[in-house]
């Protein structure tokens, strides 16, 4: 084959890899938005879950973490 022929195999074949890298990105990206939306629910239920199971007040701050109270050295 002639160089000129090789050129021209590949320009013709560069809207095919177009094509199939836009699908591939696209379902890649659909997987991982739906994989993240699992997640989320998982989490939410766990929450709801846990709510649930404490009797905790619909607003209350939880878990409520207190500062560290900083230890003085006695001498």
């Known amino acids: 084959m002639e160089p000129w022929q090789i050129?021209?195999?590949c320009i013709l074949m560069l809207p095919?890899?177009?094509?199939?890298?836009?699908?591939?990105?696209?379902r890649r990206a659909?997987?991982?938005k739906e994989r993240?939306?699992?997640?989320?629910?998982?989490?939410?239920?766990?929450?709801?879950?846990?709510?649930a199971a404490k009797g905790i007040k619909?607003?209350?701050s939880w878990p409520?973490?207190?500062q560290k109270r900083r230890?003085?050295?006695?001498i």
């Open 7 to 9: 050129l021209l195999i």
């Open 16 to 26: 095919a890899f177009y094509i199939i890298n836009y699908r591939y990105v696209t």
């Open 30 to 32: 659909k997987s991982i």
């Open 36 to 51: 993240e939306e699992k997640i989320e629910h998982a989490v939410a239920a766990s929450v709801a879950r846990s709510f």
């Open 58 to 60: 619909r607003y209350d």
């Open 64 to 66: 409520q973490y207190s």
């Open 71 to 74: 230890r003085r050295d006695r």
